[in-house]
């Protein structure tokens, strides 16, 4: 078998299915690519039985094949080599598989692809069109709350839904709570999905990759992300219902603080080196004495004390949350300013842009001093 490609679009294949190939004691081909090579088309597989990818590359080929060859071998062998205008030649040499690109040479040992299971195809469900961009804005901007725990499977998801013409993207750990919103198409509807945590880096890491429309399928079990005779990822998903959250968002606050975001930034940045090992931060906001203060003690270190400028309305409050929480949604916020509203003690905080996309709202409950 001798087979050429394209060497920028198998080496970017190579590098997005690598993360999707894993060690496995019972089942060894999963830590494989299975390649199939079938009327000049080169498909690329990998799985780890919780997430699987399909990608489809044009190739010349002089006949069918399909042989399994170590992800890590492969992905490594191709990252060391520069980006170059040119193909790949893959030759079977002896059950081994000779790859040459640019101005070197290796030699791979294969593995029978018998064994390798297959990618479940999502059918029956609900299917809609949406851009890579939405998708992965969606899933980047709350992916962070979600729990790190399995002991709640839903709470170490992103919850999915659609509402009033937007998409919605939901993840809470119990302790702090995002939610981003955005404008989709009139009557396009997505079925609601709890997307596991530990999925979507791989999928944000797949949208990302291909500037298109992606076709969403999802069933009571799966979801599947696929540009047709190009590329096709399916997750599991998690069959359970997300905590109704709405309720515990504050109608109203007691206290709101506008300032610019790298002001805030900057000084948790600075709490940072003061704070115990609760990551705990003190907020004192006195709006009669125009004072936003933030302070962190650590008994090993000493203290600190930072004020903030910023636009301060409501009644004196004293509160303590973790920097890092709050940390955490800087990246999900466009705007300059932002504003913290609260709702007096042992109430949570809402973050919010102040300009631009005001699509984004994030909670945090307090934390006991």
Not at 57 to 65: N, R, V
Not at 174 to 198: G, M, Q, Y
Not at 224 to 246: A, H, Q, T
Not at 296 to 324: L, Q, R, S
Request: charged letters at 20%.
């Amino acid at each position: 078998m001798k087979l050429e490609v394209n060497f920028s679009e198998f080496k970017k294949i190579v590098m997005l299915a690598e993360h999707l190939a894993g060690k496995h004691m019972t089942l060894p081909v999963l830590s494989c690519f299975l390649f199939v090579v079938k009327k000049n088309v080169l498909m690329i597989r990998a799985t780890n039985l919780d997430m699987g990818i399909d990608a489809y590359i044009p190739a010349k080929a002089d006949t069918e094949a399909s042989f399994a060859v170590p992800a890590s071998v492969l992905a490594a062998f191709l990252s060391q080599i520069g980006d170059f205008d040119g193909v790949v030649r893959l030759e079977e040499v002896s059950q081994n598989i000779q790859i040459s690109a640019a101005k070197s040479k290796g030699v791979i040992k294969t593995v029978p692809g018998e064994d390798f299971p297959d990618i479940p195809q999502v059918a029956d469900g609900q299917s809609v069109s949406l851009t890579s961009h939405i998708l992965a804005k969606g899933l980047k901007s709350v992916w962070y709350s979600a729990s790190v725990s399995s002991v709640k499977p839903e709470l170490s998801s992103v919850y999915v839904y659609t509402s009033d013409n937007k998409l919605y993207f939901v993840s809470t750990d119990s302790f702090r709570l995002a939610e981003k919103a955005i404008s989709l198409p009139s009557n396009t509807k997505v079925a609601d999905l709890l997307i596991p945590f530990k999925n979507i880096s791989d999928i944000t890491r797949v949208l990302e990759s291909f500037d298109a429309n992606f076709e969403l399928r999802t069933s009571k079990n799966l979801m599947s992300l696929e540009i047709p005779n190009k590329i096709r990822l399916v997750s599991r998903v998690i069959d359970g219902v997300f905590p109704d959250y709405k309720q515990i968002v504050p109608k109203t606050s007691m206290t709101e603080v506008v300032v610019l975001k790298q002001d805030l930034l900057n000084a948790l940045k600075i709490s940072n080196v003061f704070s115990d090992k609760f990551n705990q931060v003190h907020f004192l906001i006195d709006p009669k004495a125009k004072l936003f203060e933030i302070q962190t003690k650590n008994n090993d270190i000493g203290e600190n004390k930072t004020n903030i400028d910023g636009a301060i309305t409501g009644e004196k409050i004293e509160i303590n949350f973790n920097y890092k929480y709050i940390i955490d949604c800087f990246q999900s916020i466009d705007s300059d300013s932002m504003s913290l509203q609260l709702g007096g003690m042992n109430r949570p905080m809402v973050i919010r842009p102040i300009s631009g996309d005001q699509s984004f709202m994030y909670l945090i409950m307090p934390m006991n001093r």
